[in-house]
Structures are given as C-alpha cells and as structure tokens.
C-alpha cells in the first residue's frame, strides 16, 4: 500500500532558552493511503503538534515529513499553502466561520477566492455535499442559527471541497453530544470508505474504535500503536473496551 506521509525522526520545540521545551521528540509516523488513523494521549503530549507537523501546518525543527512523494521541508509558504488547500482538507474542534456570511458562503469561501469565475460550479458541488451530511436546508442560515453538529458538518463540507486527499481532525468531536459524534464519526467513515485518507486526534476512545490505527503518545513519542479491523457497525462494545484497557495499560 502506497504511504501517502512519511514523518521521520520529527522534532519540535517551543519556547526560547530556559523556556524551551521540546514537544516532540524524534518522532517517526506514516499513513498509508485511504488509510483511518486516530492519535490518542493525554493533554500535552504532542498529538495536535504531530498532527500540525505531517499537515505543513508547523514548521519542524529536526526530521523530515514528506507527503505524495514531496518534501515538505525544502518547500516554501506558498507551495505549502497550495498543497494544503489542494490536497488536504482540516477540520477542527471549533470550525473558524465568519459571522457576515451564511452557512453555504462560508463553506464555499476558500474555493472562490481561488477561482472566481466558477462561482456556479463551487456553490452546486457545497449544495451537493450539504445535502449528503445532511444540512442541505441550512444553507441561508447564519452561523448562530444552526447547532454545533450542524456547524461541524459545515466545516467538514468546506474541507471536502476540493476532494483532498488526506482530511486531518483535531478533536473534531470535542464540542459536540454523543449524538452529534456518533453522526460525525458516520460523515468520516463514509468519506474514509471511498478512499480518502483521515487522521483523527482524539481523546475518545469512542471515536478511535471508528478507525484502523490508534498510535498512543505521551511526552512527545508514540509508545505504541494498535491495530483495527475496518468499522462494519458491528462489535462496538467490544472495539471501545480493547482501545480502553489499551490504554489503561499504557497509562494514558
């Protein structure tokens, strides 16, 4: 299976002289293509900056992170920009809209200030992804008239738009009921499923018993990773409580 990102011996730090702190720690991780990845550990322990590392979104202090055969490295801003908004998708605990524009205007933004002259085209492929998670009626609502859940699918539906390759989440599910996240972590298994690559920071072990690979991080380092079959909708309880006492054992 081919590896869409490689991250080898990663490092990161944060702080200047006695305040300098180092977040990760020669850390090595890779994602296959199409693959369903979670990262699990306790507050501080580098999974959002890990996250943040093998996206482009931070710069690294040591290693290396190469995504689609490219380096990410020896690229500049703008190149990085492009991949990130070509080729990757985000969503995150709070989705960032603003406040003047309604739901399909924002969904659409990062799309028509690239390509201004095919408004049509990016508005009906919204609609089309509104209508699949769901809020195709909401797309005249402002942002404070709509529900956490249905502000959530916005932002997934903003992230879909130019079909990524890899969709990244930093506890996308925080926010939300376990309603809204058992409908969420549906949206994200269906898009996994047609073969979109996602990678889940998480503290729920209801969440990464969706995936198919959980790496474990305390301190800056991955302890260890397990292994998942793909979700069917069976054997739920049993998926939670091997991801619990897993990290039970690890002390996480």
Same mark, same amino acid.
């Given at each position: 299976?081919? $590896? ?9 730090? +944060?702080?200047?002289?006695?305040? $300098? ?7 090595? @991780? !890779? /994602?296959?293509e ?26 690294v202090?040591?290693?290396k ?6 380096n990410?490295?020896g ?5 990085l920009s492009? *991949?990130?908004?070509? $080729?990757?998708? +985000? ?6 809209? %603003?406040?003047?524009?309604?739901i399909? &205007?924002?969904? *659409?933004?990062?799309?028509?200030? &690239? ?8 508005s ?12 195709? &009626? ?6 404070t008239?709509v ?6 699918? @916005?932002?997934i ?9 890899? %969709? ?8 939300l009921?376990?309603?809204? @996240?058992? !409908? /969420?972590? #549906?949206i +994200? ?14 503290? &729920?072990?209801?969440?990464? @018993?969706r ?7 305390? #301190?800056?380092? /991955?302890l260890?990773?397990?292994?998942l079959?793909?979700? #069917? ?16 054992? /690890?002390?996480?």
């Open positions: 299976m081919n $590896k869409i990102i490689i991250g080898e011996h990663i490092v990161k730090s +944060f702080g200047e002289g006695d305040e $300098k702190h180092k977040v990760l720690d020669g850390v090595s @991780a !890779e /994602i296959n199409g693959e369903f990845v979670a990262v699990m550990g306790p507050s501080g322990s580098g999974k959002s900056t890990l996250m943040f590392a093998l996206s482009g979104m931070d710069s202090d040591g290693g992170v190469v995504f689609d055969g490219k990410l490295s690229l500049g801003e703008k190149e492009d *991949i990130r908004r070509t $080729k990757m998708g +985000f969503v995150f605990q709070q989705p960032t809209m %603003l406040k003047n524009l309604n399909l &205007d924002n969904i *659409i933004l990062p799309s028509v200030r &690239d390509n201004r002259k095919n408004t049509t085209t990016i009906a492929k919204a609609k089309t992804l509104m209508k699949r998670v769901g809020i195709a &009626d909401l797309e005249n609502r402002d942002i008239q529900s956490g859940g249905q502000l959530q699918r @916005a932002g539906c903003r992230a879909l738009m130019n079909s990524p390759k890899i %969709l990244f989440g930093d506890e996308p599910t925080g926010a009921n376990s309603k809204s @996240a058992h !409908e /969420i972590m #549906d +994200f298994s269906e898009i996994n499923a047609e073969g979109t690559a996602i990678m889940l920071v998480t503290h &729920d072990a209801n969440v990464a @018993a995936t198919e690979r959980i790496m474990f991080m305390r #301190d800056g380092a /991955i260890s990773e397990m292994k079959s793909k979700f #069917d909708g069976k054997d739920w309880d049993s998926r939670v409580e091997k991801v619990t006492m897993k990290m039970r054992e /690890i002390g996480i």
